[in-house]
């Protein structure tokens, strides 16, 4: 009786292991696919196609700004500003449309040049001046907030309603009937996969932002990359704004500060899924992608803004306390 109580006993705790390790691993995953079920039950019309095409589309430019944060936290730092090249791309290009009548890729890359501006007043500050990222990216954030303020007497829209056509099909077009905005979000996502994941760059950001000092002894130049990084990651952010200004004809100041949250949330639920808890442009779209089910979920159910965002906001406390439950468990095994 003895022998078989302990046999008993074992296979309990064997079998308790092998769980603990299964919702380890996959606990997030069976999150996402939970949420996904319910949204698919109890939310109208969601599971259709259309509409799996709609949250696609919808994400586009929280993806791109996502993916320039998952640059600067792949080395190790974070960025508050990605809200403000976003909203300098969208003012860059509205602007040299409508008051020096620029032709439509002009103006575009005066957009990108907007966000050049951001992420070159981050990479002096984190650089030469040797402040945090946290520091550096709110005070870019203050400065640039205070910038769109006074540029637009208090933060009035710029409007520009006789936007060429060509510039708007940035926003409302398509290709072969997918919408030109997810194809821009696609082929940033690819560079950047190519980048950070598969090429020897890519790894020497990874190795800064695991441990500098190793970096630095290995004789990686840490400040070269870090100058580099924030460059990207402003330019990146830039070109979600200057899709934002094409699908509205206009620039709103401080607009992009509504994508801050949701692109750190994404780049950290994309970490949870990575075994050693790092950023990945991978783990970053399907971060972007559950943000996304989630909200269009929510609307579907008709619930008001409140209750959506209470809601949206206990299921991403859940997720990331999940995340950190993960890289806890994980390291302790090792």
Known sequence: MAESGQLTSSTGATFNTLAGSFFRQFGFLLIIAAVFGFFSFY?????????LLNIVEGSSILLILALGMTYIVALGGIDLSVGIAFDFGAAFAIVALKNYDLVWYLAVLAGIGGGLLVGLLNAFLVVRLSVSPFMATLGTFFIGSSVQRIFTNGGGPISHRRAPQEFRNLAIGNVSGIPTEIIIAAVVLLIYYLFLEKSIFGKRIHAIGMQREA??????????YLFWGFVVAGATCAIGGIIGSANLRMFSPLAGYSYLLDAIAAVFIGASLNRSGRPSVTGTLIGVLFLGMIANGLNLMGLNFNTKDALEGIILVVVLMLAVYQQKAMTHRQ
Request: charged share 10%; no cysteine.
């Open 215 to 224: 970096a630095l002894v290995a004789g990686i130049n840490v400040k070269k």
């Open 43 to 51: 939310a109208t019309n969601f599971l259709t196609g259309s509409n």
